[in-house]
């Protein structure tokens, strides 16, 4: 019977002491064997980025009770890799990535540690799945949030994925009203307009603090975006396949080349 | 006449002294006013990293005769955001990145800081490109190269992209023979077999270099790597909406939510 759970790869982006990766972990361990290879400091923004011209470090720690877990100086997507290739030497059966503090919705999953994590997994064949609530507070209420998590996750173990995809999973801040339920969602068109906050510091010298606004132009309903906005957790399936296939019918139909 | 020189960006993730952002700018002084920012350091493998825990520093300086150009201390995705805000204050006409030492194609687009510069871009609203050539050598030839970056840029400026898309270029190492042609193409589905190469530091402790070799797993003619390989030059359309649409059908049919 044990040998049949499944083997859960649990990672995120906030970092390894982050409270969203302890909800995640709880409710893997009622799903499967639950191993954890995670960031030994925040990587919020990482997007896909990956460790190149450094070694990397692993680290066994003793972080949850009865967890094997690891951290790891890496970004989120080494961290997929070092799992999948020094730790586990076969593939999970499933990966989950999160909670992250904060939304992933819509143009997020771009900059997004969390969901690069969980991309890297799908790339090497894996179910994977991002999970992020609305909420950036360490203190953010996942009372909500667990019961979603455990059912997604569920249905990804017993029904799986369509080939090629991931699931980028939004769950709405906490605001004292239960969240009515699960939208299938596409991306919602939307972006950050950026201000970049410019300052002087002590020897004369400009620096600059990237700030700005997320500004969403999509007036759809069937987005992640709307989702949250009327209180439904989103659930996005999302491809590493970049091709714009409409793109290729128009370049060699209007350019001279 | 001055005036309606269309203003374009120049940047890289092989940082502001590599070569081949110097062929970039050279031929892009042939169509336009140029303005340059581009990393103080290399940041190859950032993918759409951003940097929010740190602030930026953005420098002046004299490196390409004739061009207004500046140095950042940030990740490739950072300059664009920088340049449009803080350099130029309004959307350039064409975001070119690279030319980057190394191929791009395949699933390499995820990883690669010169195609998150110019995806950032594209999420702008700003036509973009990222080029790349498939050599890592610093002396690597780009007579041929510039030939073809002249060829698609111009052709962006002249007929536009299709909404929402950017252009990931590849252009084959010189090999002797010259090159046939290009070929608009999709994403080959192929990725990365990591292997870690496991050290001992100096106090006994563990560490891992990432290392890995590239297989192609997609037969198809239609890919860049099938492009890159019979000595075209690939062009992949690309798009930021990362919505598996065929996803969102499969999992309304077929799970319990």
Redesign the interface.
């Known amino acids: 019977m044990a040998k049949q759970k499944p083997v859960i790869l649990v990672t995120n982006d906030d970092g390894i002491t982050a409270p969203g990766i302890k909800v995640l972990v709880e409710v893997m361990q009622t799903l499967g064997k639950v191993v954890v290879v995670a960031p030994d400091s925040?990587q919020?923004?990482?997007?896909?980025?990956?460790?190149?011209?450094e070694?990397?470090?692993?680290e066994k720690i003793d972080q949850f009770e009865g967890v094997e877990s690891y951290q790891c100086s890496g970004t989120p997507?080494?961290c997929v890799?070092?799992a999948?290739?020094?730790v586990l030497h076969r593939k999970p059966d499933l990966c989950v990535s999160g909670i992250n503090h904060g939304s992933n919705a819509s143009?997020n999953?771009?900059?997004s540690g969390t969901m690069?994590a969980a991309?890297e997994a799908s790339?090497?064949g894996i179910n994977a799945i991002g999970f992020s609530i609305g909420d950036y507070q360490f203190d953010a209420d996942f009372r909500e949030a667990r019961k979603f998590v455990k059912?997604?996750a569920g249905?990804v173990l017993k029904?799986g994925?369509?080939r090629?995809?991931l699931l980028?999973v939004n769950i709405p801040a906490h605001n004292g009203k239960p969240i009515k339920?699960?939208k299938?969602?596409?991306?919602a068109?939307a972006?950050w307009e950026?201000?970049?906050d410019?300052?002087e510091d002590p020897r004369g010298?400009?620096?600059?603090?990237?700030t700005g606004k997320f500004v969403n132009y999509d007036k759809g309903e069937d987005t992640d975006e709307w989702a949250l906005e009327h209180n439904y957790v989103s659930?996005?399936?999302?491809?590493?396949?970049?091709?714009?296939?409409?793109?290729?019918r128009?370049?060699?139909k209007?350019?001279?080349?």
Chains 1, 2 share one sequence.
């Open positions: 925040p919020s923004g990482m997007g896909h980025a990956i460790t190149i011209a070694p990397l470090r692993l997507v080494d890799k070092l999948v290739d020094a143009i999953v771009i900059y690069s991309m790339i090497e059912l997604i249905q029904k994925l369509p090629g995809s980028n339920g699960v299938v969602c596409r991306q068109i972006k950026e201000e970049f410019e300052r010298k400009k620096y600059f603090w990237l659930i996005v399936p999302v491809q590493y396949d970049l091709t714009a296939h409409h793109g290729i128009y370049i060699n209007n350019w001279d080349l």
